[in-house]
């Protein structure tokens, strides 16, 4: 079966840094997503690690260890707009859909 | 700018009809598109795959006959939501992948949500 676990909600300062993690069990690997989710609003792509390490873009980076089946999403410098939900999601293989999370729902306050 | 686009945005019907949703691929050509649910705070959930010129995978729960997937050109897929209820009321979203080689993330159209009255 297929496994993704994330914190439910996290609440952050603006201007600050925040990293939401993600662990996951899959019968296969071929990468890990990064979403983003605003109320009312259809998923936009973050972020993608295929290999262990660190992917830098901007304000948000996200890292993964398939050993440890883990990765997070950092976001710095915190803006109000970052409040969202941020969903973790996994592909097994080949062009297999992406299995969810049930996402972490960031609040960013002043 | 927009990969995928989904038509449309916003459907407010009485029980017991009919909805079609189209989706789209923008200026690429996609021979597997996905279908998404999601109901309020909830995360999204695969209903089908939808396979160009073949018949689509349904995810296990989802019925076939209600939700009908159509995908007749490398461009354009539809869902339709046949004899609607309340309970059908949800958000629907369908995404696609770039097929560029390599591992490319699924794009997501703007979603469609069904209110069932």
């Known amino acids: 079966g297929q496994n993704i676990d994330q914190p439910t909600e996290m609440t952050a300062t603006e201007g600050a840094i925040v990293q939401i993690n993600c662990t996951y069990q899959?019968?296969?690997?071929?990468?890990l997503f990064w979403y983003q989710q605003h109320a009312g609003e259809a998923p936009t792509f973050l972020s993608y690690n295929v290999l262990d390490g660190l992917e830098e873009k901007g304000r948000f980076s996200s890292f993964l260890s398939r050993s440890k089946g883990y990765s997070y999403l950092l976001l710095k410098e915190l803006q109000m707009k970052d409040s969202a939900s941020y969903l973790c999601?996994?592909?097994?293989?080949?062009?297999?859909?992406?299995?969810f999370g049930k996402g972490t729902r960031l609040s960013v306050i002043a | 700018g927009a990969v995928v686009s989904q038509h449309p945005s916003w459907v407010i019907c009485k029980s017991g009809t009919s909805v079609k949703i189209e989706c789209r691929s923008l200026d690429f050509q996609a021979t597997t598109m996905f279908w998404y649910r999601q109901f309020p705070k909830q995360s999204l959930m695969l209903m089908a795959t939808?396979?160009?010129?073949?018949?689509?995978?349904?995810e296990q729960g989802v019925e076939k006959d209600k939700f009908l997937i159509n995908h007749a050109s490398l461009t354009l897929s539809t869902l339709t939501v046949t004899s609607a209820h309340p309970e059908d009321s949800s958000f629907y979203i369908c995404s696609a992948s770039i097929p560029t080689g390599g591992v490319q993330p699924q794009h997501f159209g703007d979603g469609t949500r069904l209110s069932i009255l």
């Open positions: 899959t019968s296969g690997f071929n990468g």
């Open positions: 999601a996994v592909r097994d293989g080949g062009n297999t859909p992406l299995v």
């Open positions: 939808s396979n160009e010129g073949s018949k689509a995978t349904y």
